[in-house]
């Protein structure tokens, strides 16, 4: 039982203080357009997870931790929202007034930018500049009390009654008297514009009647009204929130509130951290419901499966016949300069014939009895077109015709030419029968999607969507990592600037920080978090150290390593030596590790009960300790692609037959990561 139609005022109100909090000063990296009236605008801040922030013209507004299907070509709108808006700051996040409306400011380019979303009736996002006039509208409009076109001054739209955070008390009490006869709860409505639902929840907290009529209401009656809509307004205005998803007894969806609603006693209220949670959970939620309750028609699916599979079946037939035909040609073309001799003997004859003052049907006669008789030229001769001057032989096999007005090698020339340009044919029909395939891939994918939500319940459909949520990197996916075999987190940098993110930022006295003894290495940094680090993880840790400094790209068997503290690292070098970036003069001694072999791990380790692998790599003893089965890589000139299914079929080979596949079919992309500059050899146990 669906209950919840559009956003109020209180949604707007709580949802605005949480955005406030999370993203302001964050920059905008791109703007996609979801669906007609959807925007989803991707947000970053610095040591942040990335923001997806969706705006739903007429909706909704919310964070949210979803992965979403965007557009292959963004609509026009979403193009102008990326012109002017890609790569500013988002500065503030207002509600106009508590109305359903939101302005989100921006400083860009251009100037100040102002995005205005309206959540009430059809909705519209606009874009404003600095002067407020319209710059881009989702929609445009002209409409009695203001019109939305391109090169106006933005106008708001006409209040839906008095702001409630601008109302005092005798104000209050006064307007709500003049409503007579009304019964209260649409007196308050009309007064305020704050909804119905919080309207009869005001007058539900205050103990009074929501069909009383104004007029009999009396002036503490009145007050108390006033009491319990200020309350309501602080506990949302203060960040007092009580964010939940509102159930029925049977599980089904009903409402998405910021704090609890006593008109929803009896109903199961199901809790989350934030507003903006709760509301991306319901409206995730919705449209999963929504979706396996309305299906997709799979017949016509599968009828348009067939039309597919039919023409699929006469392209590739098509294929076959016109390269059967280009073959044809060209052999033809061979044909003819390997007899020219004699066919040029015959096309003279002919017209030898004919100049002698013989008629078309004398020569053709002629020809037949030598054809007849075994005499050259005339064996290959078959008929004559008097008409179109083509004379039909057939040679070796083949049966083909000479043109009379032309020699024998202008006639190979033409039979190659054919066979040129039914070849560049050939190339469009192969893409026409690899755009029919494709369509077939993704209409039997919408078969088993189908196929799948026919019985599927509600919800399984919603487990399913929560495989889509977007999983927060850690601060050290940045960086290369693994954990050790001990527990601890080992981190190394990528490149010269992670090296200088990395020490910089994330090494802290207590750590320990690795180095190879070669030019171009980089700096590895174990997180101890004030607990002694282990023989073996120090191993580990120098063996990472080893493997990715450039004595793997130089083939080396073996490197030095050492290790020191973070304080006896410094970016100031001696007098008038300058320290490029990423690199750390080291002060003190640093502890040693003689000869560490060059060698990565990738392992599997598989989930039984999901039915899953996962794929890790790192120091050979960490792996190992990880993994069910692992691999050992070393240097080498295997490179590429080839290294990496080399690697991915190693470890298919050492699995049950039942998980072999998974693994034998994963993408390269799943080791390329785990090997130093992506070549090496896989030992061989």
Not at 364 to 387: E, I
Not at 411 to 419: D, I, M, P
Not at 582 to 600: A, D, I, S, T, Y
Request: hydrophobic fraction near 45%; proline fraction near 3%.
């Amino acid at each position: 039982m669906l209950v919840k139609r559009e956003f109020t005022s209180f949604d707007v109100a709580a949802v605005v203080r949480e955005l406030r909090e999370a993203v302001l000063d964050s920059r905008v990296n791109n703007v996609y357009q979801l669906g007609e009236k959807t925007l989803l605008l991707k947000l970053h801040k610095p040591d942040k997870p990335v923001f997806r922030l969706v705006l739903e013209a007429g909706k909704r507004l919310h964070l949210t931790s979803y992965v979403v299907e965007k557009p292959v070509v963004p609509p026009a709108f979403c193009m102008a929202l990326r012109k002017y808006l890609r790569n500013s700051w988002l500065v503030d996040v207002e509600q106009y007034e508590f109305e359903r409306v939101v302005v989100f400011s921006f400083k860009a380019k251009a100037g100040g930018l102002r995005l205005v979303l309206e959540v009430f009736g059809e909705g519209n996002v606009v874009l404003v500049d600095e002067k407020g006039v319209i710059l881009h509208a989702l929609s445009y409009k002209r409409m009695r009390d203001r019109d939305v076109l391109r090169g106006e001054v933005f106008r708001f739209a006409p209040s839906g009654g008095k702001n409630p955070l601008g109302v005092g008390k005798t104000e209050f009490k006064d307007a709500l008297g003049k409503f007579g006869d009304v019964e209260v709860v649409r007196a308050i409505t009309r007064l305020l514009g704050i909804g119905g639902l919080y309207a009869e929840e005001v007058l539900f907290r205050a103990g009074i009647d929501k069909t009383k009529s104004c007029n009999v209401l009396g002036d503490s009656e009145a007050g108390l009204i006033f009491d319990v809509l200020r309350e309501m307004l602080s506990q949302v205005l203060d960040g007092k929130l009580e964010p939940s998803v509102v159930l029925d007894e049977d599980g089904g969806l009903v409402d998405v509130v910021p704090v609890k609603l006593r008109r929803y006693e009896g109903f199961r209220f199901e809790s989350y951290g934030s507003f903006n949670e709760a509301l991306d959970e319901f409206y995730v939620r919705v449209a999963a419901v929504e979706k396996a309750a309305a299906g997709v028609d799979v017949d016509v699916l599968r009828r348009e499966a067939e039309r597919l599979k039919r023409i699929i079946v006469g392209q590739e037939e098509m294929l076959v016949e016109a390269e059967g035909k280009a073959e044809r040609d060209r052999r033809v073309g061979d044909v003819i300069y390997a007899r020219s001799g004699e066919l040029q003997s015959l096309i003279d004859e002919f017209l030898g014939a004919k100049r002698g003052g013989k008629e078309w049907n004398e020569i053709v006669a002629q020809a037949l009895v030598g054809k007849r008789s075994g005499v050259s030229p005339w064996l290959f001769f078959k008929s004559f077109d008097a008409k179109n001057m083509v004379l039909w032989v057939c040679v070796d096999g083949l049966r083909f015709d000479l043109d009379l007005r032309s020699n024998v090698f202008g006639n190979a020339a033409r039979f190659y030419e054919r066979s040129k340009r039914a070849r560049q044919k050939l190339e469009g029909a192969k893409a026409a029968l690899e755009e029919t395939r494709r369509k077939l891939v993704d209409v039997e994918a919408k078969i088993r999607e189908a196929e799948m939500l026919e019985t599927v319940k509600p919800a399984e459909a919603l487990e399913e969507i929560g495989r889509h949520k977007v999983r927060h990197r850690e601060w050290f996916e940045k960086f290369k990592w693994f954990v050790s075999s001990d527990g601890f987190l080992v981190v190394a940098g990528k490149d010269a600037v992670s090296n200088e993110v990395l020490i910089k930022k994330y090494a802290e006295a207590e750590d320990v920080v690795f180095h190879a003894d070669v030019v171009g290495a980089p700096f590895v940094v174990v997180k101890t978090e004030g607990k002694e680090p282990s023989e073996q993880t120090l191993r580990e840790a120098g063996e990472f150290a080893a493997a990715f400094s450039r004595g793997w790209r130089e083939g080396f068997g073996t490197v030095d390593v050492y290790w020191v503290k973070p304080e006896q690292l410094s970016k100031g070098g001696p007098s008038g030596e300058s320290v490029p970036r990423g690199g750390f003069v080291v002060r003190g001694e640093g502890r040693w590790m003689r000869n560490v072999p060059l060698r990565v791990g990738i392992g599997v380790a598989v989930d039984e009960e999901e039915g899953r692998i996962r794929i890790g790599g790192g120091p050979v003893d960490a792996v190992k300790a990880r993994s069910d089965v692992y691999v050992v890589v070393v240097p080498g000139d295997m490179a590429g692609k080839e290294l990496f299914k080399r690697v991915l079929r190693s470890l298919a080979a050492k699995l049950p037959k039942e998980h072999r596949g998974i693994v034998a079919e994963a993408s390269v992309e799943a080791v390329r990561e785990f090997i130093p500059y992506g070549k090496g050899r896989v030992l061989v146990e």
